[in-house]
C-alpha cells in the first residue's frame, strides 16, 4: 500500500498571525502579508502540517482570493514556521493530502 508522502497546491503568499485570523469584526486579519506575484504551484508534506480555514476568505494585495492558511513546522535553522495561503478550501486540501 502506497501512503502520499506530500500534496501540491498553488500559493499565494506567506502571512504572519495567529488563528482564528479575525479581528473584532470578524474580518481576516493578520500582522503581515507577503504576496507572492506570480503565484505558484508548491509540493508540501502530507504529515507535520496544519490547515486552517479563513471564515470569511481574503483578498491579497496581488488581487487573489484566499480561503485557507497552511502552517509549516519550524525546519533547519528556522525558529518560526511558515503560514502559506492558498485559494484552496480546507476540504480539498484534506483530500489532496490523503
Known amino acids: 500500500m502506497a501512503v502520499s508522502a506530500g500534496f501540491s497546491t498553488r500559493i499565494y503568499g506567506e ?22 506575484n506570480p503565484s505558484g504551484i508548491q509540493n508540501l508534506p502530507s504529515s507535520s502540517v496544519n490547515i486552517v480555514p479563513l471564515a470569511n476568505g481574503y483578498q491579497m494585495p496581488n488581487g487573489a482570493y484566499v480561503y ?7 525546519t533547519g535553522l528556522n525558529v518560526h514556521g511558515k503560514q502559506l495561503v492558498t485559494d484552496a478550501s480546507v476540504a480539498t486540501l484534506a483530500t489532496n493530502r490523503g
Open 15 to 36: 502571512i504572519n498571525g495567529a488563528p482564528p485570523y479575525t479581528d473584532s469584526t470578524g474580518a481576516a486579519a493578520f500582522d503581515r502579508v507577503i504576496a507572492y
Open 68 to 74: 485557507s492558511v497552511i502552517q509549516l513546522p519550524p
